[in-house]
């Protein structure tokens, strides 16, 4: 038995729309990973400490607001500067496919739009996410 | 009306019906599902007869429109007198931008306005807190003081239009800002109309925009409310929201109960504190989801306001017919949109939009067609409104009160709607009512069951979405996007600055002093509020001073 997943998953910013995350946090606990959400109304910094501190693999960021472009990219840095790079960031929401590329070159590795199913979530992060 | 001896007759034949023509042909072509069911998941009969409804007794069940129990309608006139309110929900960018959107609206039929505030506002932060980083403007208009809101309104008179706000932890703020862009106008607040949303129950359980805890937050609503009911009586002083609910991922049952229990709580916490029943319950109103199960949700529209007459007549003992009657705001579906094949969002809210009218809503937004994607562009918010006028104007339906009366399935659905609901309003009281139900979160606990369901139903195409699981087409339909420049947060942060300067700052100071220490005390506080706004404090130093008094509610994350 190798050692299992870690998932952060995680709401930045002030939008409450959760039940996309929540929907997709049970889907990965379902699917075998070790899932921790960190509730609503996080700063870049607190989902950063969180994920140190949790010893994560991965954090999966939901958005809903329009905000992706400030706090993903945040998100990345921070973990960056705490050298904690490591640690794999995707996302979710409401994403324009305009603004896909600026987020993937800010070092977010995959964003999930409306309508993916979370099947394809759970075989993405099987497939790219190793336990460290 | 049949007699015991004919239902009898009826429903022996109908199952003669059902074993020998009806189960006799699926022998050669099976069944298309294996169940049918609702949205919801709630099991569809094939087929409704007089069996279905065996109780049925017009008077007591129906009634006329305009009549207790209310389930044909709140007016006795319905469309026939005057249509329903056309309000779309619009806000985004700075105060500048949206009063533009407003008077395109206006200009194109609309009748009332709606508007959408952006996080920060709707979470009690000013536009240059750092927690609105990446945030203002985009979900909705940013205001931050009562210069964003006379802004908002100008060249709009506000005692010919009445305005919505969905607004919640700081409803009160809006309100005093509201009444105050009004005097500016030379319009008194007892001429004023609109609704504040001022909703804190469904934002524990479902939209999750709240910032005080509990005990606080129905403090505050409860002064709105005494108020509202003395001064400014022409104002919905709460809309009791299913909406949210049903978004979060509810079913329809779901989101008629906890609406009603939220509806209950907020009428037991204003009777507690020595308020008339029959002397603000008739300026609560509600506001309801229209999903895409076209019975389902017409039979819920009629239980609801068949369910609140009685809980208002026996449950609080109201006197007054207005005090029992449940009248309603109505958003199409916002999670039934895609953004693949997003035209097909016209036929969806069509259809929603349509259930709205026959379930006899009071007013109606309907959702544009690029809503999974950004905020509505202006061509495709006319498109919306437009499939509103031609409901109203040449499809008919508005000619005739409550046309799906006495459909043996409506009325089938109807009753079912209502008991189911009941069983879960029970269950609340149970638990010692709504507030200790959010506190255990039993409601929250029981949309996310409800959504993960529904999605799970969805991977395995037991419930078909048209363009996302079944008919799926390679395409690159590009359409026109709003985007929000991140230059709107740097305007509004220079506005701030320039309002902090300007204003007379002892007399802020003095306010909120005095705001700070009426919040430890019993009293209303909208009179300080009040006093605040017209001082220009902001929006989160009011908000920040209570805070501090208060404390804030923190998400439980329950999965």
């Known amino acids: 038995m190798g050692k299992v997943v870690r998932i952060l998953m995680a709401k930045p910013g002030l939008d ?91 070092g977010v590795k995959k964003i999930f739009t409306p309508g993916a199913s979370i099947q394809e979530i759970v075989d993405w992060v099987r497939e790219n996410v190793k336990p460290h | 009306m049949y007699t015991e001896e004919e239902k009898k007759k009826i429903e022996a034949e109908y199952r003669e019906w059902k074993e020998k023509v009806y189960n006799k042909s699926f022998e050669r072509l099976p069944p298309r599902l294996e169940r049918f069911s609702t949205v919801s998941d709630m099991e569809v009969p094939e087929l409704c007869t007089p069996a279905d409804i065996p109780d049925f007794d017009y008077e007591r069940d129906l009634g006329f429109p305009g009549c207790y129990p209310f389930t044909r309608g709140v007016q006795a006139t319905m469309y026939r007198g005057r249509l329903w309110t ?31 505030f952006h996080y920060p506002t709707l979470m009690g932060y000013d536009s240059d ?12 208009v940013a205001i931050d003081s009562l210069e964003d ?19 919640n932890g700081p409803a009160s703020v809006l309100l005093a800002m509201y009444i105050a862009v009004a005097e500016k106008q030379g319009v008194k607040q007892d001429q004023i109309g609109g609704t504040i949303q001022n909703d804190i129950l469904k934002e524990y359980i479902a939209q999750k925009s709240w ?90 529209y009629r239980a609801a306001r068949r369910m609140w007459a009685k809980i208002m007549k026996n449950r609080f003992g ?44 009071q007013s109606l937004h309907t959702n544009s067609m690029d809503e999974t994607l950004a905020l509505p562009t202006e061509q495709a918010v006319t498109v919306a409104l437009r499939t509103q006028q031609i409901i109203a104007e040449e499809s008919g339906i508005a000619n005739v009160i409550d046309p799906l009366a006495g459909s043996y399935f409506v009325e089938y659905l109807t009753n079912k ?63 026109p996007i709003l985007k929000i420049g991140e230059d709107v ?14 204003r007379d700052n002892n007399k802020v100071q003095k306010c909120l002093k005095e705001l700070r220490g009426a919040a430890t005390t019993n009293e209303n506080l909208m009179y300080y509020i009040l006093d605040c706004v017209k001082a220009y404090c902001t929006l989160g130093e009011i908000m920040g001073t209570l805070r501090e008094v208060f404390g804030e509610y923190k998400d439980p994350g329950i999965i």
């Open chain 1, 16 to 106: 409450g729309h959760d039940r996309g995350v929540k929907v997709v946090a049970r889907a990965l606990r379902d699917a075998g990973f070790e899932v921790i959400y960190t509730g609503l109304h996080q700063t870049p910094e607190m989902i950063v400490n969180t994920a140190i501190q949790e010893d994560v693999d991965c954090i999966g960021l939901s958005i809903m607001s329009g905000a992706h472009n400030v706090l993903m990219p945040a998100v990345v840095n921070l973990l960056k500067e705490k050298g904690a790079e490591d640690i794999i960031v995707f996302g979710g929401g409401i994403i324009p496919d305009d603004d896909l590329e600026f987020l993937y070159k800010s």
């Open chain 2, 86 to 116: 056309m309000r779309q929900f619009a806000g985004f960018g700075t105060c500048f931008d949206t009063n533009k959107r407003y008077k395109y609206l206006l200009e194109n039929g609309q009748t009332g306005l709606s508007v959408a």
């Open chain 2, 129 to 140: 807190h750092p927690r609105s980083r990446g945030e203002v403007g985009k979900c909705g």
């Open chain 2, 149 to 167: 809101m006379e802004i908002l309104f100008d060249g709009i008179p506000l005692d010919k239009v009445t305005t919505s706000m969905t607004i």
């Open chain 2, 211 to 300: 910032i005080f805890p509990p005990e606080p937050s129905m403090r505050l609503i409860v002064n709105t409310v005494e108020y509202c009911t003395k001064h400014v009586p022409r104002w919905n002083t709460i809309s009791i929201s299913g909406y949210h609910i049903r978004e979060a991922g509810s079913t329809a049952v779901q989101e008629l109960a906890f609406t009603l229990a939220d509806g209950i709580g907020y009428v037991q916490a204003c009777m507690d504190a020595g308020l008339d029943v029959d002397a603000f319950a008739k300026r609560f109103s509600f506001f309801f989801n229209a999903h895409i199960d076209f019975f389902e949700e017409i039979a819920k």
């Open chain 2, 318 to 361: 109201a006197k007054k017919e207005e005090s029992w009657k449940l009248r309603f705001h109505t958003q199409t579906a916002g999670c039934t949109l895609t953004a693949q094949q997003p035209f097909n969002n016209v036929v969806r809210t069509t259809i929603e939009a349509m259930a709205a009218v026959l379930g006899g809503t």
């Open chain 2, 417 to 479: 709607m209502e008991e189911e609901a009941f069983k879960y309003i029970n269950r609340i009281d149970e638990m010692g009512g709504i507030i200790k139900a959010i506190e255990a979160g039993y409601p929250q606990r029981e949309i996310s069951d409800a959504a993960y369901h529904y999605q799970r139903q969805l991977e395995k195409g037991e419930k078909v979405v048209v363009g996302v699981n079944k008919y799926v087409m390679k395409e690159d339909i590009k359409i």
């Open chain 2, 489 to 502: 947060e740097e305007i509004q942060k220079e506005r701030l600055r320039k309002l902090r300067q300007r």
